[in-house]
């Protein structure tokens, strides 16, 4: 998973150092305790332990796959501390202990199925890494897509360390079946495996498309910009989202990690929950998780992907919605996006709002 | 309204009154100091049938295989306790003492059901005993219906749909079509939410 947390660490500690250049919260620093359970769920829970017994920490930054997340989730519930999660994840869930400012279903999902079905047709075949987060993720896509008239063509999970060569017989099966769109929910460093299978198979990106949540500038950056070119992810957020809000995060986050390093969609929510996080600690003058909850619900922030709220309902954010087609240079053109923040609705409750008509931009 | 004497040491144990449940014959660990406190207490908890074992110093990990711990509030036992802060496998009494600052911290940190402050009576013992394995008890029956909410608000669709397609092809009312689907999970062993799901693939495919 090392390829999209090292980049969400950054972002936070960018969005720290941001922070304490600019005075601080009410002149104090703001400093941040680092530890690594490298992609081990168990070890995210003892971490967690650890930072709230020993280190006196309420406020926790992280994590990126829902078994990590699910990991924290008793000891933060427990010893009433605060996560700030920045990752799209499968919805489903409220914790009065997390912030979520990462997509849930309505605000991606929904955007990129029908996107898909409409420009390439309703044949899908899934693809996942096999953990909580692709199962559940594809439950709610197969409903999204029955009721686009869509069908699942094929199912398919694999190890989460599979490797190389186990992508190939995937291939093979996806032209079998006759797919016209292959949906993956692979995440980590396998997403190359499975881009680079699929090109080395001779399938093309422009008739049968890997769409994704999940695979972003970074991965695109790993598996080779020709190899990504023609295929699709739906975020709230890419490197290219025009503004200048945008290009000074995207200038700074550079000019710190270097100039090949790319932003993401993680990044992005890790680096701009921070801030709100400043903004909430500013009116609260203190760290205590009651009390930052409370004025952080409803908070708004002019976040690179536009303006976005916590949503006070739901612990979750408003966030754009987007869909991105890779570019040869390694970039997502935006080929479709909402025209406001889509209300977070992780449990779809309000599927009328999922339709929340996508303008072209 | 019970039988339960004053300074309890001899009415309570064993014959308590029911509405604690049942605290008798459970596998108990007692990690304290072994002085004369240590010694009643262990003696005290015997009395109630059950199986207790005493550990002393504490272990970097305490062992899991209890129903009940008795364990001495130091600022090392967050770290002894075999499991992570919410998800407790036992339930744990902290010990005490009555005098003296009030360890806050550590209790919160530890996150015990039930404490017991020196010194102990019989009554005291039996006492913390009830409340720490009732709330132990009643934290899993609350995690567990949570859990069992979480998974019938994501499988929610999916079984409302393939109830829609068996009242449709099999002509069932609802009640039925979901009666069907129940017994199928059961015989197959398998969950309401997989039965669904399988509805739901199979009409898809044969339409």
Redesign the interface.
């Known amino acids: 998973m090392a390829i999209i947390e090292e980049t969400q660490l950054r972002a936070t500690l960018l969005a720290v150092d941001e922070i304490n250049q600019a005075g601080g919260v009410n002149g104090r620093e703001l400093a941040p305790l680092i530890y690594d359970p490298q992609s081990d769920a168990q070890a995210y829970?003892?971490y967690?332990?650890r930072l709230?017994?020993d280190d006196g920490v309420t406020m926790i930054f992280g994590c990126y796959t829902s078994s990590s997340r699910k990991?924290v989730?008793?000891?933060?519930?427990?010893?009433n501390g605060l996560l700030w999660y920045p990752t799209l994840y499968e919805g489903?869930?409220f914790s009065p202990n997390v912030i979520y400012t990462g997509a849930a279903p309505n605000q991606n999902s929904v955007a990129l199925c029908s996107y898909l079905a409409e420009t390439y047709g309703k044949r899908f075949y899934l693809v996942g890494s096999d953990y909580v987060y692709p199962r559940?993720s594809n439950?709610v896509m197969?409903?999204l897509l029955?009721a686009r008239g869509c069908?699942?063509v094929g199912e398919k999970y694999l190890d989460l360390r599979a490797k190389r060569g186990e992508f190939r017989p995937v291939m093979q099966q996806i032209k079998n079946v006759g797919a016209d769109v292959i949906f993956s929910t692979v995440v980590g460093d396998s997403t190359v495996y499975l881009y680079q299978a699929f090109a080395e198979a001779g399938l093309d990106a422009r008739i049968i498309p890997i769409g994704s949540l999940t695979t972003t500038e970074s991965e695109v950056r790993a598996m080779g910009f020709d190899v990504a070119a023609g295929h699709v992810t739906a975020a709230p957020y890419f490197q290219s989202v025009p503004g200048d809000r945008n290009d000074s995060f995207v200038k700074r986050y550079k000019k710190r990690y270097g100039a090949d390093e790319p932003t993401n969609m993680c990044a992005e929510a890790a680096y701009f929950q921070v801030h709100l996080f400043a903004k909430a600690l500013a009116l609260t003058q203190s760290m205590e998780t009651d009390l930052i909850k409370q004025s952080v619900l409803g908070i708004d922030f002019e976040a690179p992907q536009g303006r976005v709220s916590i949503n006070a309902a739901t612990s979750h954010t408003d966030l754009w919605s987007r869909v991105g087609r890779v570019d040869r240079r390694g970039q997502f053109e935006i080929v479709q996006q909402s025209a406001t923040s889509v209300w977070a609705d992780p449990?779809?409750i309000g599927r009328g709002n999922l339709a929340a008509a996508p303008a072209h931009p | 309204m019970s039988e339960h004497g004053q300074n309890g040491s001899a009415a309570s144990g064993p014959s308590r009154d029911t509405g604690a449940g049942d605290i008798s014959a459970l596998d108990i660990i007692v990690a304290v100091p072994p002085d004369q406190h240590g010694d009643m207490l262990a003696r005290e908890l015997s009395r109630t049938r059950g199986s207790v074992r005493r550990i002393w110093p504490l272990p970097e990990r305490l062992p899991t295989s209890a129903d009940v711990m008795f364990c001495e509030l130091t600022p090392e036992l967050a770290q002894c306790l075999p499991w992570v802060p919410g998800k407790p496998l036992a339930a744990l009494v902290a010990v005490v003492n009555a005098i003296g600052a009030p360890q806050l911290k550590l209790l919160r940190d530890c996150a015990p059901h039930a404490t017991l402050p020196r010194p102990f009576t019989g009554a005291t013992v039996v006492t913390s005993l009830a409340v720490g394995r009732a709330q132990f008890l009643y934290e899993q029956r609350l995690r567990a219906r949570i859990d069992k909410l979480d998974e019938t608000l994501r499988s929610f669709r999916s079984v409302e749909r393939a109830k829609g397609i068996l009242m449709d092809k099999r002509r069932l009312d609802e009640e039925q079509a979901y009666h069907f689907i129940r017994r199928q999970a059961m015989s197959q062993r398998v969950s309401v939410a997989a039965v669904a799901a399988a509805i739901i693939d199979s009409n898809d495919i044969l339409g």
């Open positions: 829970g003892q967690a332990k709230m017994i990991a989730l008793p000891v933060i519930e427990r010893l489903f869930e559940e439950r197969r409903d029955r069908t699942v449990f779809l």
